[in-house]
Every structure is written in structure tokens, then in C-alpha cells.
């Protein structure tokens, strides 16, 4: 967990350098109040968020060299194991799924998203070969039903339905 | 206010529509709550974008019946497989599952029912009663109250999420700068668009709650690889004998206090109200010896408390529009999304809609009790429906919901990040609850907070010389200070512990 909490010290110290920066090139009214200025709420957000991040690394770096409070069971990167591969998966399929959803239309790109999904959570998949596909057609049929016909939402066209 | 300003809103209740919507929002809220990792936030995260396109006042019958029932709902898994299906039935797994394993899990179940009505009823009456009386007095409030209101709100949510109290705050302060995008709300100038028109009116709230309440939880699930499949156990004697009722009466009207009282804190909720009434029922409860070993008292304590917590999260929302917890900021976002800006002003100018809403909340709990007791014995089948098939289906649920809000993909590639940057916040340890809140109040925030700064004169000072403004800061050094004080007086609660409540978000 220290390691991940100094990452994310940084993160968020870098985050708020960064609005700090792009706040400051906000147009300042001359002569007028700083605070009619666009920049400058952005600009004590980024204080404040700065200022909390040298807080948090402040405090990892403190804990250091002290035992870990509660030590993480032996565990391998998230994205060497089967879970953390399957998760990357679904990213894939989640960015694919907009423009499937534009080329094949509503119910193709559905049934494609859910039967590749549930193909790849079904260990010994071959053997839920019928099941996979049936559920599959059950859950985008229903999907189609209520989005598009009852609940009538106006998707893409696609090339099918 | 007169009795009659409650009546105004039962014209509305002559059109059977809202009976409809309101019984299906409970139904719908019991199934999706009861389903282990589906919370009640997500659930009415992802329905509020189909809803927006009907009328508020049969929109929100629909929503407060799903909070109604998503709250009661996570109780099943709690009972039956001690997973909480929503984070705030964490305690009543403490006694519904060994009571379970005994094989009285219909007992329970039908305990939970009745304590979470009773609870739900308490609440609504505090909430009748109690917002129009805070609104009047919420109506002398100028902006420099607000920044006050939104710092308590902030500051509590940061303190209460898991993982420290910086880790909180730097949230909150993350939600505040996602709420700067758009327009600028005093000179117009727009920020942090990247180019984007879309990004004009700020980045929409709704997408991102589906992302970091729904598609992050999938995430979560997907990554941890585990879809075993649960067994269900038959239920028996689901309706509560008069007598246990009679003696649990005590406890269940000592926990609807509590979790009224605790709902109505800007930020708390239902799973501090319920571990709170648990706690209390080991301190005060008749049986407290028994406490542990599955005894319907451990149940109806944090059930009662629960959903009272619903009610009294509607009190700060409604009438200061400062949600009470996570959930009552999705619904916030909801009435935003409608065109009506909960607060004060909403009493003056809508007050029928508000009646309605508190008629809708008190149809729900009956209904609540109705479905409750009567489906029982399906909904416990639910826990049996697998995970590889239920995953990829709330995944296009998601999908579908970002886009009909406004028909465009943009909103699609902002639930895939919100969702992707929640997971990994999750990762490190971070609530994405004062997130939210804090994007949610950001807008309002920095126009009250530059507004009291112009009048006046840019003198910092005007938020300590008048007195309700000054009471809300030390109320917010308090709450942030607490904690520390406390820690020096006994050892605080582990990290690992807090990583375990960390049961995704609040």
C-alpha cells in the first residue's frame, strides 16, 4: 500500500501543479476584484489540493521504513493474473462498443459485447457452449425491447438492427 | 406551514401512473439490492437517465421507491450468503447470517421486512415535520451559510470514507475541480473544455456516478476472477409473529431514531446509521449477550436504522441541497438533471412537488413491506443468479444509460473513464464518495464562496462575523480535528480494517 500511496501522492501533487498553471492562464480583469477572475477559484483548489498532497507524501514517507500495518497477502500484479487480464478485456470491449454500436446498430453490438464478455467469464467455456449463446440472445432481446421499443431511444443506425 | 401544504401534492396521486412507478421502483430496487454487488447507488445511478424523460413528480415516485428498496433489498445477501448486497446492511449480516446457518433465514428476512418499514415510516413522519421547519429557517441563509453548509458536508464525507482523512479531502478537492469545468459562472470564460462544446455546460454529473459506482464495481468483480455460484436455502416463517414484534418494538424504535438522526447529517448515511444502532443495541439491548450468535434483535437494529437513514438523508438534500449520503446525491443529481435545484427555494415554489415526494417515499415503505413479505421466497433465488451472466448485462445497462441522457457518445467515453479512474482510485484506497459529492456541490460552492467574497470586498473575514456562518466553520475544524483528538486518546482503527469496508463505495 506505500508504494501505491506515494504514487498517488505524486499523481495529485503533479495534478495540482498543473491547474495551478493552466488557472494562471486565465485572463485577469485589470483594476478590477481577483476574485471576478475566472482563475482564481481553480487556481485555490489547486492550492489546497498541492498542499495535501505533500501532507499524504509527508506521511508515507514518514511510515517508510515502519512495518506495513496490515501486510498485503502475497499477491502478483494485478495484470498478470486472470482477473486483471479479463478486466483489460472489458476495457477493450467497452471502447469498441461505441463504434460497433455505429456500424452494426443497437442489438448486434449488444449481443456481440455480451456474448464475447460472457464467453470469456465462463471458465470451461466449451462446455456452456448452448447456454452462453442462449443467455446471450435472452439478455439482448430483452435489452432491445426495453431500450428500443418501449423506452425508444434514438440509437445510431447501424448497418444491422 | 399549514397541514394542507402536504395535501397539495396528493392531486398528483389520483393518476395511477405514480401507484405504477412506485411499485415497480421498489420491486426493481429489491432485486437489484439484493444482488451481491449491485449497491443501492448504483442501482439508482444507472435508472436516473431513463427516468428524466418523464414527469419529476412520477419520476421520483419511481427513484425514491428504488432507494427504498435497494436500502431493504441488500439485506437478503447479507442474510443469506453474509455479503451485504449494499453497503449499508454490512451489520445485519453481523446476526442474519448466523441465523441463516441455524436455518432460520425466513425469520430473518421477515424481521428485516418489518424493521425496515417501521424504520421507513419513522423517518418519513421526522422528514414531513422536520424540512419544511430547517427550509424556513434555511431561507435566512445567504452565501456565506452555503460555503459553510458545503464545507461541513465535504468535510464530514472525507472524514467518514475509508481510507484516511487526506486521501478524503483530496478527493473532495478533486469533485470540487471536476465541478469548475464549463462555463465560468460569473464572467463566462470557459474552462478546461479542451475544445469541446459538450464540455460547455460542465462535465454531466449522471455519467460519471454510473462510472464510478457501476462500472467500476464490475471492474472490481471482474478483476477479482470470481463467479462461484451460491445455493439458496428454502425460507420458512417469513411473516413475524406479533409476539417477537411486540418485544423487538424497543429496539426497532430505538434504531429509527438513531438512524433518522444520523441520515439527516449531511454525508452520513445508512451504513453509519446501521453499525451505530448495532452498536447501541450491544449496549442497551436486552439480549446484547446474544449479540453475534443470529438473533432477529441484531437484525431489526441495523434494518430499522437503515432505512430511517432514508428520510432523514432526505432532510439535508431537500432542504439545504446537501445530500445526506451518496445515495441522496445521485437523486440530487436526478432533481438537477429535472431543471429543479434542491434547497430552500424548492419549499417556496414547488411545494407540491415536495409533498409528493414525501407521499411517494411513504407509499414505497408500504410497498416495501408488501413485496417484502410476499416475494421473499424468489427474491432469496436471486443470490443463485450467476455472476458471468449478470456482469456483461449490468455492463450494457451502464452503456446504454450514459448514452440516453443526452443521445451522445461523448457521454459514453465519459462513463469509460470515470469508470476506469475509479477502479483505480479503488485501488489505492480512495472513497470515490467525496468525488462526487464534491462535483456535485462544486458549482454552487465556488458561486457562493466568490459571491460572499465580492460583496464583501474580497475581506476574508466575512465568513467568521456572522454568527451562523462562524458556528458552521467550527463545525468543520471540529469534525476534521475529531478524529485526531480521538486518535490520541485510543489507537485508531487499522488501515487494513478500513480497506476491508471499502466494499465498493459507500
Known sequence: MKKKDLAAGIVFLFFAIILYANASTYPVKEGGSVVLSPGFYPKILAILMGGLSVLSLFTTLKKWNTEEDCPAK???????????????????????????????????????????????????????????????????????????????????????? | MSFDLYLEGLSYFANPIMFIASFLGVLVGIVFGALPGLTATMTIAVFIPFTFGLDPVISFAFLLGLYTGAVYGGSISAILINIPGTPSAIATSLDGYPLCQKGRAGEAIGISTVSSAFGGFFSVLVLCVAAPLIANVALKFSAEEYVGITLIGLSIIAVISPG????????????????????????????????????????????????????????????????????????????????????????????????????????????????????????????????????????????????????????????????????????????????????????????????????????????????GLAGARIFSRLITIRKNYLIPAILVFCLVGSYAINNSLFDVGVLIIAGIVGFLLKQVNFSVAPIILGMILGPLFETNLRRSLMLSGGDWSTFVTRPFSLAFLIIVVLVLVGPLLLQLVRKQKTACEDEEDENGGV
Open chain 1, 74 to 161: 502475497e499477491k502478483r500484479p494485478l495484470f498478470k493474473t486472470r482477473g486483471g487480464k479479463l478486466f483489460l478485456l472489458t476495457i477493450l470491449l467497452l471502447i469498441l462498443y461505441p463504434f460497433t454500436l455505429k456500424f452494426l446498430g443497437f442489438a448486434t453490438a449488444a449481443f456481440l459485447f455480451i456474448f464475447v464478455l460472457i464467453t470469456a467469464l465462463t471458465e470451461n467455456f466449451k462446455s456452456h457452449i448452448i447456454a452462453t449463446t442462449s443467455i446471450s440472445i435472452l439478455i439482448t432481446a430483452v435489452m432491445y425491447l426495453v431500450f428500443k421499443i418501449v423506452l425508444q431511444i434514438p440509437f445510431p443506425r447501424g448497418l444491422l438492427i
Open chain 2, 164 to 371: 484516511s482523512i487526506v486521501k478524503g479531502l483530496i478527493g473532495g478537492i478533486l469533485g470540487l475541480v471536476l465541478g469548475t469545468v464549463g462555463l465560468d459562472p460569473i464572467t463566462g470564460f470557459p474552462r478546461m473544455i479542451f475544445g469541446r462544446a459538450e464540455l460547455l455546460d460542465g462535465i454531466d454529473s449522471i455519467p460519471v456516478m454510473i462510472g464510478v459506482y457501476g462500472l467500476a464495481e464490475m471492474f472490481s468483480q471482474i478483476s477479482k476472477n470470481d463467479f462461484k455460484t451460491v445455493v439458496s436455502q428454502k425460507l420458512s416463517k417469513v411473516i413475524p409473529s406479533g409476539k417477537d414484534i411486540k418485544r423487538l418494538m424497543p429496539t426497532i424504535f430505538r434504531s429509527s431514531v438513531i438512524g433518522t438522526l444520523i441520515g439527516a447529517i449531511p454525508a452520513a448515511g445508512g451504513s453509519i446509521a446501521s453499525l451505530v444502532a448495532y452498536g447501541q443495541e450491544k449496549r442497551f439491548g436486552k439480549r446484547r449477550h446474544l449479540l453475534g450468535t443470529g438473533i432477529i434483535d441484531g437484525v431489526a437494529a441495523p434494518e430499522a436504522a437503515n432505512n430511517a437513514s432514508t428520510g432523514g438523508a432526505l432532510i439535508p438534500m431537500m432542504t439545504l441541497g446537501i445530500p445526506g449520503d451518496p445515495m441522496t446525491a445521485v437523486l440530487m443529481g436526478g432533481l438537477i438533471i429535472q431543471g429543479l435545484r434542491p434547497g430552500p427555494i424548492l419549499f417556496q415554489q414547488q411545494m407540491p412537488f415536495v409533498s409528493s415526494i414525501f407521499i411517494s417515499l411513504l407509499l414505497s415503505v408500504v410497498f416495501m413491506l408488501v413485496i
